[in-house]
């Protein structure tokens, strides 16, 4: 087998087990409902399989420097979110994902120009979720419509993660690990929730799934800080397992608080 089919099957694999990820994770979100769908959706399902692609491609330095690049992009991912979510309120699609989709991009962009600590990143993070948190509180209670899953729904997000994982993985060579990074936390699954929902349920709904997704998103970056610090002192394989936990134990903790805050609400 020459090398280069060796290569795109090995990319065509990696492809169709990010893709995998992704219809799992859309099925359990539409079941489940806003709350266990935003906690679902802040779940790595995009970003952790391009990670651990570049796992196997390159080394633990690599990983490292890549996830100090994640970290500050996490921040620009709330406040698109809150984009989104203060503009879909009164404008259609096209203007609230549009602008949403911007402000990540300009962020990112800016993000890109700096050298970033671990100190920083977490800075970054903690200034950008105390802004937005509070601000997407107001957000999160809105009656959710019945959702009818049409056929091209959850092709169309694992095209969209499978995409993602063969950018990050056939260009991680040569634009090194702090473009990678950037690359490996584009917000693909939240930009497929708003462009699948909003037509169909409107904005305030698909808005509140977002807000919801705040203390997900913060735990999301917290996972990439332990994975920056794990990845350095015990490899790849330990940091990777570490961020992942981190996440899970995470939303089971908001899952479980908020199901206590409900059952005392209830008469």
């Not at 959702?147 to 056939?170: E, H, K, N, Q």
Request: proline content about 5%; glycine content about 6%.
């Amino acid at each position: 087998m020459s090398l280069e089919l060796h290569f795109v099957l090995v990319l065509l694999l990696r492809m169709a087990i990010a893709a995998a990820f992704v219809v799992s994770a859309s099925i359990i979100t539409e079941r489940a409902g806003p709350v266990i769908g935003a906690l679902v959706a802040t779940l790595p399902v995009s970003a952790g399989p391009s990670y651990v692609f570049l796992a196997i491609d390159h080394d633990a330095a690599f990983i490292a420097q890549g996830a100090l690049a994640s970290l500050p992009v996490n921040a620009a991912t709330i406040f698109m979110c809150l984009t989104y979510v203060v503009l879909s309120q009164r404008h259609n699609l096209v203007v609230s994902c549009g602008s949403a989709v911007a402000v990540w991009i300009v962020l990112a962009s800016i993000i890109r120009q700096f050298d970033w600590s671990l100190a920083a990143g977490l800075a970054a993070n903690l200034i950008a979720f105390g802004i937005c948190i509070p601000i997407l509180a107001r957000y999160r209670h809105v009656k959710m419509p019945l959702v009818t899953r049409r056929w091209y729904d959850v092709p169309m997000r694992a095209l969209l993660v499978a995409t993602l994982v063969a950018i990050v993985v056939s260009t991680s060579g040569w634009v090194g690990p702090r473009i990678s990074g950037i690359i490996a936390l584009f917000p693909v699954v939240f930009t497929s929730m708003m462009v699948i929902l909003h037509p169909r349920i409107g904005g305030p709904p698909t808005a509140a799934v977002l807000a919801n997704s705040a203390w997900g998103l913060l735990g999301f970056g917290m996972a990439i800080a332990i994975m920056h610090v794990a990845v350095a002192q015990f490899g790849s394989a330990t940091g990777l397992s570490l961020a992942l936990a981190t996440c899970v134990l995470w939303n089971l903790t908001l899952w479980q608080r908020g199901r206590a805050i409900r059952k005392a609400r209830s008469p």
